[in-house]
Structure formats: structure tokens, C-alpha cells
């Protein structure tokens, strides 16, 4: 087909993957692995060729932890010139802490010093692996910064750890000349039973506490806002409107089940519809990057097919928000809601309150129209 469609994606989309969501083998904590490990020097090439920007990584999705200086330096070798023989980038790094043993009381938060300071350590190491590799974000996801026994530490003493470890890991690139920012990303519980700031609100309001609030932002994951029961286009909104927006987490979720990771825009439509329309009109430019998972039913190819919809669902969503804004029937459904608003007494007396008691604001009218696109009706 010579035309491109518009459902193709291409790497001006900016849509990027982790290593760890096409490498997923289907673990879950019933079952093991169904497929085999994938390469990263194999996801690349994959990815390239259906059309993404790039990928981003934990540090051991490429370097194993027993890797020893040669190892690393001869995989990062290996792993760099692959991407360049495909033009692939590497927009966003992070770090695991939260796999190994080590952490199972925390990593930043847990209360042995020791403990903290190797979580730091690490995280610096992975903050070295992403200037070398060419990331822009370091995203630190707290996945064991939490607590199923309150008894057991202050969580006043846990968010001074956390604040601790941050702004060492922020005068960390400071100190270095490193151009890079960090992006803290919330969630509710799991793999604890609570997590320390599990939303963005309480993400943002701490990242005012830290001595380099600049340096530092957000990365909302739909699904983590979802698990906690909240609107996520709400929650992306509250970063944007901070300027806090540093990186995103496309995926989808059934609301109050676990972290299921399920594939962009495939569960809730309408909520999909109003984040890519969110994003499309905040204009934002950093990474559409994909945290989900393929079905643990699935094979080889099914990992492929996975990564194929998930930009292609990103794109039909897209095409319509610009239907949206192309529809005479829906404007002219806004536009009369904002005359509404615009007419009217004025609520100094009593007859003007009844006036703005009793009418009503086209409401039904415009998500039936909404409603009507979505599903092809216009």
C-alpha cells in the first residue's frame, strides 16, 4: 500500500514502548512465564519496523545486576549500535527497586540506611546508563515505598527518606551536567498494600518540598489512577496545568482491580477519547509511551499484534478528536452552551436565582453526540 494511512503510525507520533511491556512472558502471581525472554536487541528492530520512536528501560531490562563493569559496557556497546543502525531513541530511563530481595522493606523509605543508600546508588548508576543511551526523563516509580504495617515506621519518618533519596538522585545530575529531569510516578497500592503519594496530587504537592522543584515533574499512569477509582483525564489535567508533565503511561484498566496493564484504549473508550483529546490540545510533546502488557494468552505474535494496536488505537483515537472538532452538530451543541452561559439575569435578586435554578445546560444532548461519534454513528 504506497498510501500512508492515517491509523500507521510513525516515529513523528513519538509513541515509544518499554522494554519490559513487549518483553512481558505473562507471569503473574498464579502462573508462570508463557513465552520466552525476548532480546532487546530483537525488540528494536520489531518495534522500528512497526512504525514506533523508541524504547525505554529499566536498567536491568539491559544490564542484569550481576553483570560485571565489561559485561555492562560490552551490552550497552551492543544495545547502542543497534539503535542507531535502526534510528530508534531512548526518550525515558528508569531504575528496578523494587525486584531484588534487598528492597522488600523499601527502597528509598526502607528504614535501614544501608538499604537507602543502595537504592541510591543504583538509581545513579541507571541515571548514567540514560545519559549514555541518550534519555532526556529518569522516571522513579516507588513500587515497594509503602507499608502494610504502620507500626512499623513513621510514614512522616518514610516521606523525609523518599525526599532525602530524590534530592540526591536530582543533585546526582545536577552535579554531573546531565540535561536530564525526573518524573515521579504515583500509584495506590501493589505490590504493597499502600504506597507512599499514590496519586498525582500528592505527588505534585510533594515535589514543592524538594530542593530542586524544577527539575522534577510527574508520569501519570492511566491505569494507577484508575486502581484508586480516579478520572485519570483529571489527573493528567492537574499536571499539565502545573507544567508538570514530564512523561505519561499509556495504558487502560478496569476500575478497583489489579494493576492489570491491559492495552491503551481497549477497555474504556470514552475515557481514552478525552485523554489523547487532552493531550492533543495541551499540545503536548514528550513520549506517547505504552505501560501495558500482551495477554497472557498470547504467543509471539501476539506480542507484535499487541504493539501494532496499541499505536493504532492511539491514532484512531486522534482521528477522532479531530471529527470532534470538525462535527457542525457538536459545535454548534458548544457553541450554544457557551451562549447559555454567557445570557441570563444577574443573581442579586430573587428572580434572577429561580432563572439559573430551573434551566438546564445540553448536557444530554452533547454526549449523546459525543457518544454518537465514538462508536461511528457520524
Not at 512504525?51 to 525505554?56: E, I, N, Q, R, T
Not at 543497534?82 to 528509598?108: C, E, I, Q, R, S
Not at 504506597?195 to 514543592?208: E, R
Amino acid at each position: 500500500m504506497s498510501i500512508h494511512s492515517p491509523l500507521t503510525p510513525s516515529p513523528a507520533d513519538g509513541f515509544t514502548f518499554g522494554l519490559w511491556t513487549v518483553g512481558n512472558r505473562g507471569r503473574d502471581p498464579f502462573g508462570d512465564a508463557v513465552r520466552g525472554v525476548l532480546s532487546p536487541l530483537t525488540v528494536v528492530p520489531e518495534l522500528h519496523k512497526l512504525g514506533a520512536y523508541g524504547v525505554s528501560l529499566h536498567d536491568n531490562d539491559l544490564v542484569p545486576m550481576s553483570a560485571s563493569l565489561a559485561e555492562r559496557d560490552r551490552i550497552v556497546r551492543e544495545f547502542q549500535a543497534v539503535l542507531k543502525d535502526y534510528h530508534m531513541h531512548v526518550p525515558m530511563v528508569t531504575v528496578n527497586l523494587f525486584y531484588d530481595p534487598v528492597f522488600k522493606d523499601g527502597a528509598l523509605t526502607a528504614r535501614a540506611s544501608q538499604v537507602r543508600q543502595f537504592a541510591v546508588d543504583k538509581a545513579k548508576k541507571a541515571i548514567d546508563l540514560g545519559e549514555e543511551l541518550g534519555a532526556e526523563i529518569f522516571v522513579l516509580w516507588g513500587g515497594r515505598e509503602g507499608a502494610e504495617v504502620d507500626a512499623a515506621k513513621d510514614p512522616r519518618d518514610a516521606l523525609g527518606w523518599y525526599r532525602d533519596g530524590i534530592n540526591a538522585l536530582v543533585e546526582y545530575i545536577v552535579s554531573q551536567g546531565y540535561s536530564m529531569c525526573v518524573a515521579l510516578e504515583p500509584k495506590p497500592n501493589e505490590p504493597r498494600g499502600d504506597l507512599y503519594l499514590p496519586t498525582v496530587g500528592s505527588m505534585l504537592a510533594f515535589i514543592h518540598t524538594l530542593d530542586h522543584p524544577e527539575k522534577v515533574g510527574v508520569n501519570p499512569e492511566i491505569a494507577h489512577a484508575k486502581m484508586a477509582g480516579l478520572n485519570p483525564v483529571h489527573e493528567v489535567a492537574q499536571a499539565i496545568d502545573q507544567n508538570k508533565l514530564f512523561h505519561i503511561d499509556l495504558n487502560d484498566q478496569r476500575i478497583a482491580r489489579f494493576d492489570q496493564d491491559l492495552r491503551f484504549g481497549s477497555d474504556d473508550i470514552k475515557g481514552a477519547f478525552y485523554l489523547v483529546k487532552l493531550l492533543e490540545d495541551s499540545d503536548y510533546n514528550g513520549p506517547r509511551h505504552f505501560d501495558a502488557h500482551p495477554y497472557r494468552s498470547e504467543d509471539a505474535k501476539g506480542v507484535w499484534d499487541f504493539a501494532r494496536a496499541s499505536m493504532r488505537s492511539y491514532l484512531a483515537y486522534r482521528e477522532k478528536v479531530q471529527q470532534f472538532y470538525q462535527d457542525s452538530e457538536i459545535q454548534s451543541a458548544l457553541e450554544r452552551i457557551r451562549s447559555l452561559n454567557q445570557e441570563g439575569p444577574d443573581l442579586g435578586n430573587e428572580e434572577g436565582l429561580n432563572w439559573w435554578r430551573e434551566r438546564g445546560y445540553a448536557y444530554e444532548e452533547l454526549d449523546q453526540l459525543v457518544t454518537e461519534l465514538l462508536l461511528g454513528l457520524r
